[in-house]
């Protein structure tokens, strides 16, 4: 007999688990043998807790920020729609002395896992060891290099031992914290290696066996989470999923190295990172969105955006001529803000995509060639009641119409417009709805430095330094990564009637050096500067000299600008002087490369820690004076800005250094170094909040060839410059719609309009710009066209002024002079720049 209490309450719960699911994600059954798994996959997509999942990731490298910042930083994550963040795992700051480990400060990376997992995100644990990553030495600590007979990345015994038991390191910390998903934790999935496809046919046999031998170590110090290689294209172990790196991997992936796995991307790259020297880089938060849908079309459900937020190289972390400031084009720039448009318009992709996610993961797949250039993918589920779809447009320079289900679509040239419910246009990657910002650094009104004073570094010559060799020695494994600098000095006699007979004729210092940049100095005067690139290190400093008769100390103080982080060989790289010649003597050319020469790790300001409050009072500074010279240590106290904004330093009046804050290395500024633009890469610097006190900062700035540091500036960052630009051919904003009852339905009145919600409760203190008509330029930059309406401009001001956000609907009749259009065949645009107080 059935018990009638036990059959109504089945009942009831089989109708909350259908109701459950008729929306949300559908669980479903594991046939690979893993049903003890939290996360697992099929050739659909990712698994998690019995869900297939549609992930949207970003990477946020925790040593590129302060433990302050990433609250914030995942907490925009998570509004920008990202369910998933990737982060390395960087070998050499946390072993930077063999068998000694930091997991300190920054460097923290269980709180940062935990942190993710307490804000409900997911983590891919990208465990390395090798991480390139623009990091110095690719990850690898300076030690390892010096394992004898060891080869990195190939299978090579020393190597091979001291990758895994760092790894084991890594993944017996993670086990002991609970942080993967089958111990509750958020790590749903590890990498091994990377991008190992760049490398691997330099080691020939033993790539193909250290690639499987990576990926069956990793398997086997833990598999209960999935592993993946990245640009793996070739022999990449069935134990791990092979995934895409690149800016378009729904065009170039050739897919997974399996049938039964899904189609990740685990590196979308949202510009490019910057060498010193190096114009801007620029992605079109545009051009993004339309490679994402594309991808996602195409039976995709992992993207990744290398980076999400660059952050910044502190200290000497940045790898060869790698800027300070890193993938500052990211949704969220080096401070942390969001950069918009980037940030919102892929906040409404992901929106969008969320609103697809049913049919997307369980529906069939159809694909429909319409033209050479126009594409339509549908993804349908019970006899179409769930349905979504994609059309695309393959041409950059042509708008296309098309027909699909009886109605028209109108297609922007290179753009994925996406139907969530094969009927409604909520998205279009080429139609920006979100709003735009421009970032401003504002010079601190409160702020000011006080009390310059400076101190010389002493060249040194032969005598006073021990360390000797017949040549120069070699520089990396001179300076073993811990200093920039080492001194290298010999001693030359030139007898007088050796020097040039004109007073207007002078003797010739060639120095050919392997990179990466050098300092001359002849009998203690400056000679000059020389400096390779990241394309080419090797550079040769050709200056004239003044020479006397008797004895001439040459001295040369080389520098590294970070150690190489990618290619074959890495443990085989050099650099320094190789070659010194004396030319222009009456008895010829001297070559003395080989004439003897001593040498001195560091310079002594580092080494008296002089960027320190207490390595200050080891030398007696003095007040600036005129001579703006090489090798100079300036310091000087300011008192923290006002307001809570990110602070920055404005470094132009320099040339080339380092920066200290309160004992603490913000890294290498180059502003000497101009672009084909004949601008710097980097002219600001970033200064964390978390590092300043209220009063009397310290900041000491080493300037390698001379700069004026009295012309420093120190400024508050802002992104208090909104903007919205819309057309007639704009979407409403996805915000309108959701799904409901496997319904796509509005949640309220979907109107096209332009949006503006100001940053940290700030309200719109002044419309600083508006048109309907034609205009040209960006946000911070818009210039009036030839058409335009004035009244659009009040009917801006009588909606937003003095509030934190407002709707300005794209309505003809209420934004036209008079309800009178002057130019009707012109198609119109509404741009609006507002300032937020």
Known sequence: MIDPVKFLFLTLLAL??????????????????????????????????????????????YPRSTVEMWPELIKRAKEGGLNLIQTYVFWNIHEPVQGKFNFEGNYDLVKFIKMIGENGLWVTLRLGPYIESEWNLGGFPYWLKEIPDIIFRSYNEPFMFHMKKYSEMVIDLMKKEKLFADQG?????????????????????????????????????????????????????????????????????????????PSLWTENWTAQYRVFGDPPSQRSAED??????????????????????????????????????????????????????????????????????????????????????????????????????????????????????????????????????????????????????????????????????????????????????????????????????????????????????????????????????????????YVGFGHGSNVDKRHVLKKPVTFKAGNNNISMLAMTVGLPNSGAYMERRFAGPKAILVQGLMSGTLDISRNGWTHQVGLNGEKMQLFTEEGAKQVKWAPLDANLSSL??????????????????????????????????????????????????????????AYLKEKDNLLVVLEETGGDPQKIEILAVNRNTICSVITEYHPPTVKSWERKDNKIREIFDPVRAAHLTCPDDKIIGKVEFVSFGESDGACGGFTQGKCDSPRAHNVVEELCLGKNGCTIPFDRESLIDGGEDSCPDVAKRLAVQVACI
């Not at 033993?206 to 990245?230: E, H, Q, R, T």
């Not at 735009?436 to 032969?462: A, C, D, Q, Y």
């Not at 120069?472 to 000095?489: F, I």
């Not at 009046?653 to 290498?668: A, D, E, P």
């Open 16 to 61: 909350l688990v259908a109701n459950a699911n008729a929306d949300g994600d559908e669980p479903v059954g594991h046939s690979d043998g893993h049903e003890d798994k939290v996360v697992t996959y099929d050739g659909r997509s990712m698994i998690i807790n019995g869900s297939r999942e549609l992930l949207f990731s970003g990477s946020i490298h």
């Open 185 to 261: 934790g958020p790590i749903i999935m590890a990498q091994i290696e990377n991008e190992y496809n760049n490398v691997q046919l330099a080691y020939r046999e033993n790539g193909v066996k250290y690639i499987k031998w990576a990926g069956d170590m990793a398997v086997g110090l833990y598999n209960g989470v999935p592993w993946i290689m990245c640009k793996q294209k070739k022999h990449a172990p069935d134990t791990v999923i092979s995934t895409c790196n690149g800016r378009h991997c729904a065009d170039t992936f050739a897919g997974p190295n399996g049938p039964n796995k």
């Open 288 to 525: 993004l969105a339309y490679a994402v849908a594309k991808f996602f079309a195409r039976n995709g459900t992992l993207n990744n955006y290398y980076m999400y937020h660059g952050g910044t190289n502190f200290g000497r972390t940045s790898s060869s001529f790698v800027t300070t400031r890193y993938y500052d084009e990211a949704p969220l720039d080096e401070y942390g803000l969001k950069r918009d448009p980037k940030f919102g318009h892929l906040r409404d992709l992901h929106r969008a995509l969320k609103l697809s996610k049913k049919p997307l993961l369980w529906g069939t797949q159809n694909k429909q060639r319409v033209s050479e250039n126009v594409e339509i993918t549908t993804y349908e589920k019970d006899g179409g009641k769930i349905c979504a779809a994609f059309l695309i447009n393959n041409n950059s320079r042509v708008l296309e119409t098309v027909k699909f289900r009886g109605d028209e679509y109108y297609l922007p040239a290179k753009s994925v417009s996406i139907l969530p419910d094969c009927k409604t246009v909520v998205f279009n990657s080429q139609a920006v709805v979100a709003q735009h910002s421009s970032r401003n650094f504002v010079l601190s009104k409160t702020s000011k430095f006080r009390g310059w004073e400076m101190w010389r570094e002493i060249i040194p010559t032969s005598e006073n330094m021990e360390m000797k060799n017949v040549a120069p020695n070699e520089l990396y494994a001179l300076t073993k990564d811990t200093s920039d600098y080492a001194w290298y000095s010999t001693s030359i006699y030139i007898d007088g009637k050796d020097l040039p007979m004109r007073h207007d004729d002078l003797a010739v210092l060639e120095i050919a050096s392997l990179g990466h940049a050098l300092l001359a100095f002849v009998n203690g005067q």
């Open 632 to 689: 100079t240590w300036y310091k000087a106290y300011f008192d923290a800005p006002e307001g809570k904004d990110p602070v920055a330093l404005r470094m132009t009046s320099m040339q080339k250094g380092f920066i200290w804050v309160n004992g603490i290395n913000l890294g290498r500024y180059w502003v000497s170094y101009l672009s084909a633009i004949n601008k710097p890469t980097q002219e600001e610097y970033h200064v964390p909040r």
